[in-house]
T-cell receptor, first 112, second 114 residues
Framework: DQQVKQNSPSLSVQEGRISILNCDYT??????FLWYKKYPAEGPTFLIS?????DKNEDGRFTVFLNKSAKHLSLHIVPSQPGDSAVYFC???????????FGKGNQVVVIP | DSGVTQTPKHLITATGQRVTLRCSPR?????VYWYQQSLDQGLQFLIH???????AKGNILERFSAQQFPDLHSELNLSSLELGDSALYFC?????????????FGSGTQLSVL
């Protein structure tokens, strides 16, 4: 049962433009959400997170938006850079449940 | 570099065999998690250890087992291997293993069962 879903497996975007990645979840108990970035032959690396008490968190070029009523979050990367080309995973956890549930990932390709 | 070390990076073996994957967490981290990533799949949680004790189990097969040692390194044992066990196995660590903690991942062990 995939509790975290990422559709549109791949995204191509021009350098300098905005990349928007979407993630939906089904478990209403989730209260902490994260995005991880993964390069080939490397493990996922933490990018940004958001708690359910917030609806937006920003860190430099990366912003995560959370819509709890829709059980939806998104990651905005602006401006996109070639080094952002990677697979992005959405993840979530519930209180007292310290394991992360991951989506299948989105491949992002930033075209110079 | 996340500080999490996994060995070996690649492992090729035959069906029916047994292998051991090793993970050293970041210095100071007490929690270790194991995840499996199969082709076109997200990371599937297998098991979580905190300070030597099993804390949570996910979709881990009975043929798989894990442990965390007093020095906090962890091993994932996979036995009676099948073709479908071919996957990328990640270890991750965190300080306490509580809610709202981010995990730090190793670079993974690519297991190929032939």
């Amino acid at each position: 049962d995939q509790q975290v879903k990422q559709n549109s497996p791949s995204l191509s975007v021009q350098e300098g433009r905005i990349s928007i990645l979407n993630c939906d979840y089904t478990n209403s108990m989730f209260d902490y959400f994260l995005w991880y970035k993964k390069y080939p032959a490397e493990g996922p690396t933490f990018l940004i997170s958001i708690s359910s008490i917030k609806d937006k968190n920003e860190d430099g070029r990366f912003t995560v938006f959370l819509n709890k009523s829709a059980k939806h979050l998104s990651l905005h990367i602006v401006p996109s850079q070639p080094g952002d080309s990677a697979v992005y995973f959405c993840a979530a956890s519930a209180p007292g449940n310290n394991r992360l549930a991951f989506g299948k990932g989105n491949q992002v390709v930033v075209i110079p | 570099d996340s500080g999490v070390t996994q060995t070996p990076k690649h492992l090729i073996t035959a069906t029916g065999q047994r292998v051991t994957l090793r993970c050293s967490p970041r210095s100071g981290d007490l929690s270790v998690y194991w995840y499996q990533q199969s082709l076109d799949q997200g990371l599937q949680f297998l098991i979580h250890y905190y300070n030597g004790e099993e804390r949570a189990k996910g979709n881990i097969l009975e043929r798989f087992s894990a442990q965390q040692f007093p020095d906090l390194h962890s091993e994932l044992n996979l036995s009676s291997l099948e073709l479908g066990d071919s996957a990328l196995y990640f270890c991750a660590s965190s300080v306490m293993g509580g809610s709202n903690e981010k995990l730090f991942f190793g670079s993974g062990t690519q297991l190929s069962v032939l």
